[in-house]
């Protein structure tokens, strides 16, 4: 051949080895489950999504858009882009169909979409991740909020999170908008600069938080004023942290720091951080936004909703130890032949075994029966069955379990049925 | 809202609204469920590929890389391909760690990629689809090609196909490139050029497939030679059939013709064609191929593999009147509010039902209650249970089972535990 091609993936993304496939498997299914018992149905869109789809207006977080999607022209001409988020698609779906979905709301709709964002890669921050995102459209009731929430709890439980691991930091858009309103400032533009400050107040010192602020509004004791209301903790009033309380959720907090990034909420807000490392780990987040489907000429259908990603989940799953030891789904059974000639034996055999509900393989190889077997015993298979002449005139066989190391004889119906 | 958005997907795409996921899912469950029985475990990459994979000698499909893939430079000034295959994305990964794999061999992999092409638009052909994908890397044993016929045959059995729906057409590359040099075509572009006009044998007429040889071969009797070759069905020599036949799979065919798309084949080729319409619907397809991983300075591992895509198979099934009535994993219960002031004792009705394993949502909307009901009606749900002053303040509630129109009275625990 004249050239080597590398075997690396694309710069930024992962290859999934069956034993990492087997991880992200187990989490999806534990997400699916727990939406699914919250009432949530399975919904998915293309990757390929128009790019004005990001471009409108409300719909758009402006760094992400111009910087940090995949955005190509296809051979038609049309403006293509990887979908970096799930909502837009979602609140175009709804849009869509809101006719005949709207008699039927509180509409509870999720997914596991794969997401695309062009950014410097770090750990746990991939340019193809996967999310849980769950929405509930056409209801915009506090008890919903609660809900919501209540399902990103239950999702750290079902893994097997203690509420010590996690924390659930709560905010307000309109409260925070009252709040900033209470200190004069009015205009809209300058209270979405100050979220975007907000947003970054974990990651950056107090010193500059304070400085960057006063940037911002142009005057310094105006900056130490909001710098105080935002470090007030006080959450007695806040219905939705009641609420959680109510369902015996207290590992919240209300948190008036917590901006989020995207500028479409409008209500509450939310995320949940590992509390191993909680300035830097945001595990899942989401809110309440009214002005999505309006875009689309529908009526306004208020949603809230959140997402939840795969790699900053594994990396939570593998601090605290809750990765359960084996999640393989490997074969059960590996048939054997005693050399090639029995091969076609063995498939056989194998098939027989299938119709009693195992998985099972076949090691055709032509390596000699004592490596077939030590190679079964290296990857944990629970049985072998070799086969060779005397099985094949007799019609019996052993099974050989080899965590025991014992063995039963046999037809194959006495041995696996 | 200065621009009104469209609703509609990217062109040639679907969305996947609840009701088309879970004909979706279901068709995942059943090849997963299927190639694990065969002890296939899952892998996966990501839809971003180096595009030099699909360009490489050996590893392409001309027409394909030039006019067909989504192809794009990267910010990075990375040339990346979306994925318009699989087997090049695992020959890769097979490669790379081939070290550590090879003792393991036979090395069965399976995965549901996405895949994606640019093409023109027509009935169960999109630009995106699914695809199941199952690969045997490194035994080349003329059992593990009957095995993964089998496999493929398995998975039409277990969506509950009779074996006069499909047909599964076998051929050889290598057999066929005897056949013609027995004819004394011994230059290896015109025998792929001969495959290539037998591809499409099934699409054009007698007259055209001979005068399209004629030229291809530059003589008019050689050309009625090679197609009275082709049509030999004479199939008793075969290997894959007889085995097959052991396998007790008889619904099969040694078809000349058939010679599947990619360049890289080197064996056994395999289609299944629906039986309703043969010329037109092949629902899966694969082959031996002995070449691929070569390309990345590897030993030269043999693989045989096929694929199966989404919207076929959902054609078939519904073709077939295959597809079962109801997949839907909607809630089994549905609490409702008697009225708004109800909203959060519904929410905690709810959480307790959840902890007997039920999949349980609330209605907390703005709805009458008897409309509640009748949406409730509409869409199947099994169980409701309203809650208001009495329910709240007694602490036993009415579990009403909306098919038989029943009514049962207790406690929470009572009642669902």
Redesign the interface.
Known sequence: ???????????G??????AD??I??YIFDVWSHAA????F??????????S??YK???AQNEEMVNDQT?T?V???D?E?TLRPEMTPSAA??I???WRELA????I??YSMP?L?R?ERTQRGRF??HWQLNCDVF??N????D??II?LAY?IFKNFGAGDDMFRIHINNRATMDTAYRALGITDSDTIMAITRVNDRKDKITDEEYLSTLALTVGDQSLALEIKRMVETTDGGDNQVVA?LA??GITNVVLDRSLARGFDYYTGTIFEIKDTSNEGLKTLAGGGRYDNLT?????DNVSGIGFGMGDARMQDFLTVHNLLPTDL????EV?VMSFD?SF??E???V??VI?TFG??????????RLG?KIG?AV??NVASIVVVGETETASNSYTRKDLATNTETHGTLQELFA
Chains 1, 2 share one sequence.
């Open positions: 051949m004249e050239q080597k091609l590398p075997t690396d993936p694309y710069k993304v992962r290859d999934f080895y069956p496939m087997a992200q498997q699914e018992s919250f009432g149905e399975r919904y998915d869109a293309s990757i390929l999504e128009p004005i789809l409108a207006k409300g995949y190509f296809d051979r038609g049309r293509v175009r779906m849009a869509g169909r008699p039927h709301a509180p509870r709709w794969s695309y062009y340019r193809e056409g209801v009731d506090v008890s919903i609660i809900e209540a239950h609420g109510q369902l309006a875009l689309f000429g529908s393989s789904t490997q074969a590996v090639a091969n076609m063995a498939q056989k194998a098939s299938r195992k998985r099972v393989a076949t090691d055709v190889s032509t390596k490596d190679r290296e990857r």
